[in-house]
């Protein structure tokens, strides 16, 4: 099956319960990043909680090991069922958010690849493989990689096998879903629903995708 995540990165509390209000039967997961937290509080968790999704929180946690530690506590404490880390700050930061994801019952997702343009600088050459290899070895629950990029993906696959990969990068970004579905567990879709018009539609779309 392939999932699709909403990524909410709206600004405010009432917008954010009316968008996933609206959208909830037709998603599988809320990916909630910095916009959304800073605007309203880790608290606000356990309000979309009750929609009774799982919360990935895209904080793309990029530090030394004793922060990491620090951050995936907060974020599990406050009812997440996921975490997303950065890979390039090394195997010891990496685990230490893995490690704390698990303890906690919960999942962490490592950044193998990000979708926009500016990727390219530094992701490539083989650091994207290595990255992706690292969140093998430290035992990850998965890995983060373009939809904008579906080569991209078809290589990082045969690194992380059956190891999960979510797919960032539909719709605003060019991402198209069609070539995704079957390729990786979840696409991440944001602007597309939430500002469409009629956000429950805007997803309800994704609906032949999700198998």
Same mark, same amino acid.
């Given at each position: 099956? %392939?999932? &699709?995540? $909403?990524? &909410? =990165?709206?600004? +405010?509390?009432?917008?954010? $319960?009316?968008? %996933? +209000?609206?959208?909830? *039967?037709?998603? =599988?997961?809320?990916?909630?990043?910095?916009? &959304?937290? $800073? #605007? %309203? +509080? $880790? *608290?606000?968790?356990?309000?979309?909680? #009750?929609? +009774? &999704?799982p919360l990935i929180a895209d904080f793309k946690v990029a530090d030394i090991p004793n922060t990491t530690r620090l951050i995936a506590g907060q974020v599990f404490s406050h009812g997440f069922a996921g975490i997303i880390c950065h890979g390039f700050t090394g195997s010891d930061a990496v685990s230490a958010c893995i490690e704390t994801a698990h303890e906690a019952g919960g999942e962490c997702y490592v950044v193998a690849e990000m979708s926009h343009p500016g990727a390219e600088e530094f992701y490539h050459g083989g650091t994207a493989e290595r990255i992706a290899a690292l969140a093998v070895c430290l035992d990850a629950d998965g890995i983060i990689a373009p939809a904008t990029r579906p080569e991209r993906i078809v290589v990082l696959r045969q690194i992380v096998g059956r190891k999960k990969i979510y797919s960032p990068g539909i719709g605003a970004q060019g991402g198209d879903a069609g070539r995704l579905a079957g390729l990786v567990d979840g696409i991440i879709v944001g602007r597309q629903i939430y500002e469409a018009p009629d956000p429950a539609a805007a997803a309800a779309q994704f609906a032949p995708y999700r198998r």
């Open positions: 099956m %392939t999932e &699709l995540i $909403l990524a &909410l =990165d709206v600004a +405010g509390r009432e917008e954010a $319960l009316r968008v %996933t +209000g609206q959208c909830a *039967p037709h998603i =599988d997961a809320i990916k909630v990043g910095y916009p &959304l937290i $800073l #605007s %309203t +509080g $880790l *608290p606000f968790a356990r309000e979309l909680a #009750s929609f +009774g &999704l």
